[in-house]
């Protein structure tokens, strides 16, 4: 019997979702209510959509740091490689770009979303825009009957998938009405936590904004906790601020900078940055020696100026306590060690993130126990599904989210259509 399915949201999961449920035979409606749908994912990729990454399926799960395992069983049946024919079968030409990141020659989100819009009409889903749904309809025996809308009306539906996202960017729509309806029905929501968030810094040389601005081009930031072993460590570009450091290495720290006040009971973790991440301590050494060598008399400042950005070096020479006047060959074995050192572990204070409704992402979620993996459909309420950021799962930018909501929504989508 054909299946009567409601997708309740509109953004990256929702659409795959109502798309593939229609194409696999279901009546689908899809529920919205902003007035236009895929208003976060016009934000994506910087406003140019990264639809995935074209990297291995076990090195994708693994930049997807929270809960990525979860996905394994929903990338067996859509993966990577599998969105990528989606688009291009629809008329979508890709390219890759760095790290994998696959993009619409276009370079624009817009492409995606108008490819999505034909395929929902194509597909003959019902698009209700300005619809806010407020509660699911469930009957004596527990079994979906539909949802009610803010208005009153009632639309019928034996299946439902929420695909509503989490609480991160609150202006694109996503204000957590997803967990209440989770909630409804016994699941529970693990903590919520912004991830892919500047980091926050109570140190004095951030609010003097001694660094403010200043970019810094594949270092790698490293979080410690409070034994000073490394959480995770992270090789990219990164940018000060004025209110801590932001940027891609910095975004990647971020849930991790949560995560370590959280198990260590702390308040302020320590990070640590290292600008030549591909040379050893010594090495480092000797190329400053080197540099002594071939200019003795020039001052330290001049001498080692194409070490690093002028604005950092001057801020390292200071804080080891070497006058950046002084000339190079006036420098003793311990100077040299002392600015190495700084140079491959300057360590630093942050105190948190920007909060949930200024990132990108939002951590925790609908506990992934309490969902089947192979399906997306509730343990607790059959005919219930759920896919994309409203699942407790989270990854890092450069296509790893995307590429999560696009795989958990064709899942729910695919299997709230067929299954009995």
Known sequence: MKKNVIVIGGGSSGLMAAATAAEFGAAVTIVEKNKDLGKKLLLTGGGRCNVTNNRPEEEIIAHIPGNGRF????????NQFDIMKYFTSRGVALKEEDHGRMFPVTDRARTILETFIEELKRQGVTVRTNATVAKIIYSQNNAIEGVELDSGEILPADRIVLATGGKSLPRTGSTGDGYRFAKEVG????ELYPTEAPITSPEPFIKERVLKGLSLRNVALSVLNKKGKKVTNHQMDMIFTHFGVSGPAALRCSMFIHQTKKRDK?????????????????????DMQKLIKEHADKS??????DLMPERYLLFGLERVGIDPNQTLKSLNPKDIQAFAEFCKSFTFQADGT???DKAFVTGGGVSTKEVNPKTMESKLMPGLYFCGELLDYNGYTGGYNITG???TGHTSGYHAAIDD
């Open 187 to 190: 699941h529970t929501i693990t």
């Open 266 to 286: 702390v308040d302020i973790v320590t990070m640590s940055l290292d600008v030549f991440p591909e040379q050893s301590l010594g090495q480092l050494q000797q």
């Open 71 to 78: 996905l394994h069983s929903a990338f067996n049946q859509f």
């Open 354 to 356: 920007h909060p949930l």
């Open 405 to 407: 909501a696009f795989v």
């Open 300 to 305: 330290v400042k001049n001498g080692w100026k």
